[in-house]
Each structure stands twice: as C-alpha cells, then as structure tokens.
C-alpha cells in the first residue's frame, strides 16, 4: 500500500513538474538550435549545438552595457536600502521619542502605495532636475519603495535583540553610533541578508519604473534590454531567446546556490507587502 | 532623553524619512492635486475640478480596463491557488526529489517579469508557436489561434502566463503552512484508519484555512495594480481587450501625455487597491489578537 501510495505520488509530481518547467528546459535548449530549425519544429531538442546566436547577442553592445545597469542599479540600491533601513529601524526599535508611532505608521502605509500613483509627479520632478534618463532616478525611486518593507522586517529583528546586550556595551563608554554599527548589525546579518536578496530580487526584475525614467539605449536595464532586443530581433527568434538565456541564467544560478534565503527572503517581503 | 541621544535619532532617520517624503508620500497628493487639471503636454495647464474623474466614468475603455482587472482577480484566485495548493500538498511529502521538484516550482517567480512576458509571446506565438504546435500533433487543429492576438483569447492567454509565473508564490507560501502543522495529528488519524484524502480533508485544509485566505486577499491586491506581464504581452491590446487600469494610465499618461486625464485613473487605482489593502490589514491584525 505504502509502495503504491510512493509510486503514484511520483508520477503525479513528475507529471506536473515537468509541464511546469518545460518552458525552462525550452528556453535551455532552443537558442542552440537556428531559426530555422525552431520553425520546422519548435518542440524537438537540437541536433548539434549552434553557438551563433549568442555570439550575436554578445556582440549588440546595449545588451550586454544593460546587464551592466542593472548590476550598478541593484548594488547601490540595495546597499543604501540596508544601510538607511537598518538606521530608521534602529532608532523605531530602542528609542522612545515624540511622534514614533505616527512616523512608523506612515512609514507602513507606503506598503500599500501602488507604484502607478507617483509616476507622474516623479516624472515631471526628473525632468525638472534633469534626472530623467539617468540611473540616479530609479536607484531613488527604488531605495524609497524598498524602505517600508525593509524598516518593517528589521525592526521586528532589531526588537528581538537583547536589552542587556547594548545596556553592557553603554556601561563600557560605546556611544549609540557604535552600539549599532557594531552590536546591532553584525548580530543581525540573517535579517539583513533577507531584506538584501529580497530587494535585489525586485529591483533586478523591475519593468515600470526602467520603463518611464529610463528612456536611451545606453541607459536601459536588464529588463528593458531584454524587452527592446525581443521588438527589434523578435523575428530573429533564436537570438532573442538566446538572450533572455543569458539574461535570466546567472540569475538561475544564484537561485539554485541560495535558494533556502532566497524564497524565505521573498516570501518574507510579500508576506508583509 | 538626552542631547545627543535626540541627534542621533535625528540622523538616523533623516535619510529614509526625506526619500519616502519626496518620492512616496508627496508625488501621491501631487498626483491626486494634477487629476484636478486639464493638462496635455506642454500646453498651459486649466484648472477644472472633477471634470476628469466625470469623463472617466464615461469612458467605455476604463470600464473596459475595470472589468479585466476583475478577471484576471478572478482568474488569479480560481487558477494560481489551487494549483499552488495542490502542488504545496504533493511536495510536503518528505520523498526524494521533493527539494527539485520544489526549486523547478518555484524558478519562474525567479524570473523578470519581461524575460517570461517574451518567453510566452513564442509560446503562444500563431505561426511556430509551441502551442498551437502541440495541438497540431494532438490533433486539436482547430482550436489552434493568434492567442495574443485575438481579442477573444489575449486576456486569457496572459492570465494562463500569470498562473506559471505566479503559483510557485502561493505554493512556497502554502508549503510554510502545512509543515507548521504538528505531525502527530497526522499518526493519529493514521492509527483511526484515516486514508490520505481524508487527512488532507479534514486536518490540512481547516489548518491552514487562515493562510488560504491571506492568499487570496494578496492576489487580489496584486491583481487590481497588474502591469507587467500584460504590458510586454499585448500592451493591452488588441483592441484594448486586455487593456487593465495601469496600462490605461500609462497609455494615457505617458504615450499621449494626457496629464491630468493620466493622474484621475492612477487616483481610482489608488483608491481601489488600498481599499483592498485596508481589507488585507485588517484581516492580518485579526489574526493576531
């Protein structure tokens, strides 16, 4: 019974995974195949791997400049999320001060701000600015959006922290500035590290935000490159898959290596968004 | 408090505080200040009240947009949950291969969202398409259609992309659930002759009925604010029957420079999301008194 109850459960599993990640396995294999091959039947696997059509991607200069964006993009951003969220949520967490709770508060509300109602201001405040088309814009408009969720997770991490801990350090002579910079974040790596990957993982997949701050073929994103590839090549269909194989694999990769952070990392943003 | 200790909380949130301020909170009022204004372009700004929000509501393709992002709620609930929720029991069975089965799963979520729009554009493409592909050689010819192209089929087929890109969330999220639930409860309805199906009738669902919910109310939330896929599949189109609120506001705002127009739909997009998100809240606070 036992045995039978395993054998059906596998090739359930089996089933559904498979469909479930045929896609994948077809944008694995498919850019190795030509155009003309994927025409003739888009189903079967290559006969002899075909490597042109990455070397064309490889060699359109804004795709490989737009992996570039993204990376300078997600880094800053995220490093200046950690570094302001980590502070407010310091000070929301150990100190008692006038106006905490409606600051806090406020500071939630921005959960639940979809991003389509400050598009135009920013957009207008860009181009006064003459931010518009420069990464600066979006590294801003993201650091913000990244806050709320940020402050909310750490603050909760930083609560948990012994009182006692700091109280001894305080004892010492160690100002506030040090208790955080090296009581509080080296104790609170885990957290942080969550609050990282998640971050990176949206910012590195944003499309709307790239798509109206960011606008010369120089400027683009991972996201828009792949997406302004697909409108011009997207007859050339084995170099645009070849394309979204290089984009999206590294990321893959990193997935496979990290995945219990990873999916606790984003479960732990949406859950709270 | 002393001083020092008064600056230091000054500092600490003067960065976070000013960028919310400045990129969050104030573009909201301004937004909502902008939809009061007729407002094309480089053309003098007019003030003119509700007259936005009036010509809004007579806009057949808002109602349109309205009526679509119904749907894909819907279709949202309907398909990524249960999916989500079968996939959550089958991979709770400690076998071997449950850790791949669960990292494929949960892969697209991994993805961008422009990389799986394109992904599925040569899916569903008419001509080498890999669906109407399989139904050539299951013998479905006449089913086979430009999906993202007919008008009938566009919204649908990218609802049938947001299920894959988006399941593995609630999988994952079901996962946590279910492997919170003490095993003992299950040894003993093994030893009252409860069979698999009835364990998952009567322990697992009444359980983890709670998280169900959140998940629904979060698809919902997720749903009324929807650009991405759509955007890269059909924006919105054709003949706007995928159009949603988002690509409307943007077409509007951004592709024809209707300000003011462009601001008054993200205003109602703002109002129906937090009225959903309210809701959400609520629910999750009731949960933990």
New interface residues.
């Given amino acids: 019974m036992k045995r039978i109850h395993a054998i059906s459960w596998y090739i359930i599993t089996m089933i559904t995974t498979s469909i479930i990640g045929y896609p994948l396995l077809w944008l694995i294999y498919s850019p190795f195949k030509t155009n003309k091959d994927i025409f003739k039947n888009p189903w079967s696997l290559p006969t002899y791997l075909n490597f042109s059509s990455f070397k064309e991607v490889l060699s359109t200069g804004n795709f490989m400049n737009s992996y570039i964006n993204s990376l300078i993009i997600t880094t800053i951003s995220v490093t200046l999320i950690l570094l302001f969220s980590s502070m407010a949520a310091y000070v929301f967490s150990k100190y008692e001060f006038r106006g905490k709770e409606i600051i806090f508060i406020t500071f939630l509300g921005g959960l639940m701000i979809p991003q389509q109602s400050v598009l135009l201001p920013l957009y207008i405040l860009f181009r006064k600015l003459g931010l518009l088309d420069t990464l600066t814009s979006t590294i801003l408009v993201y650091i913000a959006f990244g806050l709320p969720i940020s402050i909310f997770i750490l603050k909760y991490f930083f609560d948990e922290i012994p009182r006692e801990l700091e109280d001894a350090a305080k004892v010492d002579g160690c100002s506030p500035l040090k208790i955080y910079w090296s009581i509080i974040v080296p104790m609170s790596t885990p957290a942080l590290l969550t609050v990282g990957i998640y971050n990176a993982v949206v910012i590195w997949n944003d499309f709307i935000f790239a798509l109206i701050f960011l606008s010369s073929p120089e400027k683009r994103t991972i996201s828009l490159g792949i997406w302004s590839f697909s409108n011009i090549q997207g007859i050339n269909i084995s170099a645009t898959l070849a394309a979204l194989n290089i984009a999206t694999f590294p990321l893959l990769i990193i997935y496979f290596i990290f995945q219990r952070k990873i999916i606790s990392g984003m479960m732990a943003g949406a859950l709270k968004g | 408090?002393l001083l020092?200790?008064?600056r230091?909380?000054v500092f600490?949130?003067l960065?976070?505080?000013m960028?919310?301020l400045?990129?969050?909170?104030?573009?909201?009022f301004?937004?909502l200040y902008?939809s009061l204004f007729k407002w094309k372009g480089a053309l003098p700004q007019q003030y003119i009240g509700i007259l936005n929000y009036i010509k809004l509501f007579s806009d057949p393709i808002f109602w349109v947009a309205i009526k679509n992002n119904i749907y894909v709620v819907i279709g949202s609930i309907i398909t990524q949950i249960p999916l989500g929720l079968?996939?959550a029991i089958?991979?709770t069975?400690q076998?071997r291969?449950t850790g791949i089965?669960r990292?494929?799963?949960?892969?697209?979520?991994?993805?961008?969202?422009?990389?799986v729009g394109?992904?599925?554009?040569?899916?569903y493409n008419p001509?080498?398409?890999?669906l109407n592909?399989?139904l050539k050689i299951l013998g479905l010819n006449n089913f086979a259609t430009a999906w993202l192209g007919n008008p009938n089929t566009s919204l649908f087929s990218v609802i049938g992309t947001m299920i894959?890109r988006f399941f593995g969330?609630y999988m994952?999220?079901f996962i946590?659930a279910i492997e919170g639930i003490p095993s003992q409860l299950y040894e003993a309805a093994e030893i009252d002759g409860a069979n698999?199906r009835q364990q998952i009738l009567y322990i697992t669902l009444p359980i983890i009925k709670r998280t169900i919910k959140?998940a629904i109310l979060?698809a919902i939330?997720g749903s009324?604010?929807y650009?991405?896929l759509i955007?890269?599949m059909t924006l919105g189109g054709p003949y706007h029957s995928s159009e949603l609120?988002?690509t409307y506001?943007?077409k509007k705002?951004?592709t024809e420079m209707r300000?003011g127009y462009?601001?008054s739909?993200?205003?109602i997009?703002?109002l129906i999301?937090?009225i959903a998100?309210?809701f959400v809240?609520k629910f999750l606070l009731r949960k933990n008194r």
């Fill in positions: 408090m020092k200790e008064k230091l909380v600490f949130l960065p976070s505080g960028l919310y400045a990129i969050i909170i104030f573009p909201v301004q937004t902008f079968f996939m089958l991979l069975r076998r291969g089965f990292t494929i799963c949960f892969s697209p979520m991994i993805m961008s969202e422009v990389a394109v992904l599925w554009c040569f899916i001509i080498y398409g890999l592909e399989l894959w969330f994952i999220l946590a698999a959140v979060l939330v009324l604010k650009f991405g955007w890269v609120m988002a506001m943007y705002a951004f300000i462009g601001a739909i993200a205003v997009l703002f999301a937090s998100a309210i809240l």
